[in-house]
């Protein structure tokens, strides 16, 4: 029997399994509705004229199965580096440069050799000319918010990192300088939220991640090393769809077999709200991360005989992550940065505190909380 072909009936197994317990249903309720079980995704594929097949992710070059988060979330937005958000008159929310004087920023490109070379006063006298001259050009608030924190003088900092989230609360840079003046100040909750407040605004930033991890024993909170991939995908390949997964966990599977459905069936996407032009939304994604944690719940509760069964850390934190009802921003801070690395600015507000509350409570959760499963990559910060 080939890889795919066991595979294959390993997930067969697991649908016949989630209709005699009833495990699926009872379990997908913390995820949005509709999410598909085995049964339902090995109908669909078997029962649609489209093509599809099943490979292992051995499969796949090896470059690609290296950095399979590129390939399931390609780059397709570049970072903007001085974002501001303009809210259009029907809501939509849209991701502009801020409207920065030029001189301004030439100004501080030729105070930055006197920062450079540790004379931290003398650059403070340049950067307050410049925010005297320009007042609301941000990134001069932040640069002589930086020559008091440098010079030792923490307090004097924080004012003007204040002025800075003040004239522009979309950059994540105000928020992160102050974390660290805060930290200087023993002030260590404030701190930690203040790091929320700039990963919510950019998402695994690395400098920020950099910092994060080494501030965490002060602050009192875990920082880990790991980051959410579900180790499965799919593609078109001319007029098929193929479909790459790890085949020794055949739940995994599962989340490429929904992905592949979006894919596919266009009648089915449609009825699901549809996507971009690749069939990606946080509804999608969402879904089909359903599919494979109650694939996998269905094979932790009722385990093949005489194998026992391993418990997958990966898929543990998404079980705690929904329970927690912290889905949306599980999605938009672990897997929407790949592709858009300001996503988190572009959503509804409602969406936006989501993200703040994931990132409080399984990404920066203070030591006395309880502690996540082992191996956690909820709580995991990363850089690509």
């Known amino acids: 029997m080939k890889p795919h072909e066991l595979c294959h009936c390993r997930l067969a197994a697991l649908a016949v399994v989630a209709v005699m317990t009833g495990a699926c249903s009872a379990h997908a309720g913390k995820f949005p509705d509709g999410v598909l079980d085995p049964a339902q995704l090995l109908k669909i594929v078997s029962d649609s004229k489209q093509l599809y097949e099943l490979h292992g992710l051995d499969e796949l070059p090896a470059d690609q199965a290296a950095?399979?988060?590129?390939?399931?979330?390609?780059?397709?937005?570049?970072?903007?580096?001085?974002?501001?958000?303009?809210?259009?008159?029907?809501?939509?929310?849209?991701?502009?440069?801020?409207?920065?004087?030029?001189?301004?920023?030439?100004?501080?490109?030729?105070?930055?050799?006197?920062?450079?070379?540790g004379e931290h006063e003398a650059a403070g006298k340049l950067y307050s000319a410049i925010v005297e001259q320009y007042p609301t050009c941000y990134p001069a608030t932040a640069a002589l918010g930086d020559s008091y924190q440098f010079d030792g003088r923490y307090e004097a900092a924080l004012p003007w990192y204040q002025k800075t989230i003040e004239l522009n609360p979309h950059d994540f840079i105000g928020y992160f300088f102050q974390a660290s003046a805060l930290l200087?100040?023993?002030?260590?909750?404030?701190?930690?939220?203040?790091?929320?407040?700039?990963?919510?605004?950019?998402?695994?930033?690395?400098?920020?991640?950099?910092?994060?991890?080494?501030?965490?024993?002060?602050?009192?909170?875990?920082?880990l090393e790991k980051t959410f991939v579900p180790r499965a995908m799919a593609r078109r390949e001319g007029e098929k769809i193929a479909v790459y997964a790890d085949l020794e966990r055949p739940y995994r599977?599962?989340?490429?077999?929904?992905?592949?459905?979006?894919?596919g069936e266009p009648e089915y996407t449609e009825t699901r709200g549809g996507g971009d032009e690749n069939n990606w939304s946080l509804r999608a994604e969402e879904e089909c991360?359903?599919?494979?944690?109650?694939?996998?719940?269905?094979?932790?509760?009722?385990?093949?005989?005489?194998?026992?069964?391993?418990?997958?850390?990966?898929?543990?934190?998404?079980l705690a992550v929904a329970e927690a009802d912290l889905l949306d921003g599980f999605v938009l801070y672990e897997l929407a940065y790949h592709f858009h690395p300001q996503m988190t600015l572009l959503v509804p507000e409602d969406l936006f505190d989501?993200?703040?509350?994931?990132?409080?409570?399984?990404?920066?959760?203070?030591?006395?909380?309880?502690?996540?499963?082992?191996?956690?990559?909820?709580?995991?910060i990363a850089s690509r």
Do not use: M, N
């Open 184 to 223: 200087h100040l023993g002030r260590s909750e404030e701190a930690r939220q203040s790091y929320i407040e700039a990963l919510a605004r950019r998402p695994h930033r690395p400098t920020v991640v950099t910092a994060v991890r080494r501030a965490a024993g002060t602050l009192g909170y875990r920082a």
């Open 253 to 263: 599977a599962a989340y490429g077999l929904c992905k592949a459905i979006w894919l």
């Open 67 to 117: 950095d399979l988060a590129s390939v399931l979330w390609p780059t397709a937005e570049t970072e903007v580096e001085y974002p501001k958000v303009v809210v259009e008159d029907d809501g939509d929310k849209q991701l502009t440069t801020y409207p920065l004087d030029p001189r301004c920023l030439e100004l501080l490109q030729e105070a930055e050799p006197t920062f450079a070379k």
């Open 289 to 318: 991360l359903g599919s494979l944690a109650v694939s996998y719940f269905v094979l932790r509760e009722d385990p093949e005989p005489e194998k026992p069964f391993e418990p997958d850390p990966d898929i543990e934190d998404l």
């Open 354 to 380: 989501e993200v703040r509350a994931y990132l409080d409570a399984f990404v920066l959760p203070l030591k006395e909380t309880a502690e996540p499963p082992a191996g956690s990559v909820a709580s995991a």
